[in-house]
């Protein structure tokens, strides 16, 4: 089991920055693939950023590359995204999520693949 507790959300101006964390309970936090997902009002659901169990191998939507950053610290159980750049269409409740298994790829990007889920933490982005 395990159990994933999102932080760092907030109002933030076009073209700043935030930090989400994500806190994860579980002894096996460092077998697990990770991920960041979003979800605005009226769309569906979408993987952001995905992180092998290693943080050796990533995933980006093209919406977050070269903007957002994803990490993850073993030893901590955490898991972070940094979002820069910020516009308003990054506006979304985010979500963390957990996974077991072993990708070929090292990550999962669908919904579907992922057991487990935070309560999800609030990003505006508004002038």
């Known amino acids: 089991q395990v159990q994933l507790v999102e932080s760092g959300g907030g109002l933030v101006q076009p073209g700043g920055s935030l930090r989400l964390s994500c806190k994860a309970s579980?002894?096996?936090?460092?077998?697990?693939?990770m991920a960041w997902f979003r979800q605005a009002p009226g769309n569906e659901r979408e993987c952001v950023a995905a992180?092998?169990?290693?943080?050796?191998?990533?995933y980006y939507a093209d919406s977050a590359k070269g903007r957002f950053t994803i990490s993850r610290d073993n030893a901590k159980n955490m898991v972070y995204l940094q979002m820069n750049s910020l516009k308003p269409e990054d506006t979304a409740v985010y979500y963390c999520?957990?996974?077991?298994?072993?990708?070929?790829?090292?990550?999962?990007?669908?919904?579907?693949?992922?057991?487990?889920w935070g309560q999800g933490t609030q990003v505006t982005v508004s002038s």
């Open positions: 999520a957990a996974a077991s298994g072993s990708p070929t790829s090292g990550y999962y990007t669908r919904e579907y693949e992922y057991r487990y």
């Open positions: 579980g002894r096996t936090f460092n077998r697990n693939v």
């Open positions: 992180i092998d169990w290693s943080g050796g191998r990533t």
